[in-house]
Nanobody
Framework: QVQLVESGGGLVHLGGSLRLSCVAS????????MAWFRQAPGKEREFVAA???????NYEDSVKGRFTISRDNAKNTVYLQMTSLKPEDTAVYYC???????????WGQGTQVTVSS
């Protein structure tokens, strides 16, 4: 069992920056694929960025060049550095831990990010 706790959300102005953190409990953090998703009001949850267990990273097109995902396996933590924020980035951001072996999938409670224009 893995528990995920996100933090770092808040209200920022257009062009501002935020860093989200997600701390995972449990063992074997380094073997999980970690990702960030977001859900805006009235919309479905969508993929933002992933940091695969082997170090590979990928991003949703609209955040490429603005967001950076990283992880610190020694701290059981994954980060999402967000820069040049836009109002359309406003959403609840969720941390996800996934492992294909065993079909394991865990979610955090979410952290609100609001970008004002």
């Amino acid at each position: 069992q893995v528990q995920l706790v996100e933090s770092g959300g808040g209200l920022v102005h257009l062009g501002g920056s935020l860093r989200l953190s997600c701390v995972a409990s449990g063992r074997s953090f380094s073997t999980y694929d970690m990702a960030w998703f977001r859900q805006a009001p009235g919309k479905e949850r969508e993929f933002v960025a992933a940091n695969i267990w082997n170090g590979y990273r990928n991003y949703e097109d609209s955040v490429k060049g603005r967001f950076t995902i990283s992880r610190d396996n020694a701290k059981n933590t994954v980060y999402l550095q967000m820069t040049s924020l836009k109002p359309e980035d406003t959403a609840v951001y969720y941390c996800n831990a996934h492992k294909a072996e065993g079909s394991l999938d865990y979610w955090g409670q979410g952290t609100q990010v609001t970008v004002s224009s």
